[in-house]
């Protein structure tokens, strides 16, 4: 276990060496901005595995790929989770000044998904935190209807809301508390409830020119107590190279779409039962 924890330390702070000096030229300058409290709290539009308050400017196309391989317990067995892998392929658009789309396909669950994402305040030298609203709408298509004969189309549905609230402190640190709410369609098990109340939180320390230190946690509310998932917690560093950002990260969850992240994690960091993954940002 001390090998372990030793691995993703080592790892996580090795990253350091490899962050580029190229200055990300289609992602918005802090030159750009007339204080540092108007600068956007995060580089991405995720901190780790939950939805950060950056969003697509009017006109802009991203391309978002996340990556998580098998559990890294399963040792060199599966090379360390790397013969298990789960990709999602997303388009973001600014379709608004201050209003995002996005759809995307995973094959964690099958799932597609919809969303909106919205900006309602932006923090200034006036106002102290930036406010962002999220909602989007996954389809589970993993669902068997040979195992579930009497499920309809509509249980397919998973909604998810989310108000996000940053305050970028300073050049180097910001802070993001996210309540959110995930409403199931359809429960597989009695351990599962359909209304699911979590709190998310998630700050981004600079460590260099251009890369950060990242963690996010999702507290649930009011999970039951028969049921084995758990809270997510995940560490990432973020390196901004010549148009992209890539995102290196560990958590105890597989899943990279936010109905998976927030409510169906079963890793377990204090029995190493942790994901290796990578998320990859390009602007066109």
């Not at 559990?71 to 973001?92: C, H, P, Q, V, W």
């Amino acid at each position: 276990m001390n090998k372990f924890y030793c691995f993703v330390i080592t790892f996580l702070f090795g990253c350091f060496a490899f962050s580029q000096n190229t200055l990300l030229d289609e992602i918005t300058s802090e030159s750009d901005y007339k204080n540092t409290f108007e600068m956007p709290a995060f580089k991405a539009m995720k901190v780790v595995n939950n939805q950060s308050t950056k969003l697509a400017a009017k006109g802009d196309l991203y391309l978002y790929v996340g990556h998580r391989f098998g559990a890294i317990k399963g040792g060199i067995g599966s090379l360390f989770g790397l013969d298990y892998a789960n990709t999602k392929i997303e388009m973001l658009y600014g379709l608004l000044n201050e209003v995002q789309v996005g759809f995307s396909r995973e094959s964690f669950k099958k799932t597609y998904n919809i969303h909106v994402k919205y900006a309602i305040k932006k923090q200034t030298s006036t106002f102290p935190v930036s406010i962002v609203g999220y909602n989007s709408i996954n389809l589970d298509t993993s669902l068997d209807e040979n195992i579930y004969p009497n499920l309809n189309f509509n249980e397919r549905y998973v909604y998810i809301s989310q108000l996000l609230i940053s305050r970028r402190f300073s050049d180097n640190f910001s802070l993001q508390l996210s309540p959110s709410v995930v409403k199931h369609n359809f429960l597989t098990t009695q351990s599962k409830t359909d209304y699911n109340y979590i709190l998310n939180t998630g700050s981004r320390l600079k460590i260099s020119k251009r890369s950060s230190f990242n963690i996010d946690y999702s507290h649930h509310l009011n999970r039951l107590s028969s049921s084995t998932e758990k809270n997510v917690l995940s560490l990432g560093i973020d390196m901004e190279t010549g148009g992209h950002v890539f995102q290196l990260l560990f958590s105890n969850t597989q899943a990279s779409d936010e109905a998976g992240v927030l409510t169906m994690a079963e890793g377990d960091w204090l029995k190493g039962d942790v994901f290796f993954g990578f998320n990859i940002l390009r602007v066109f």
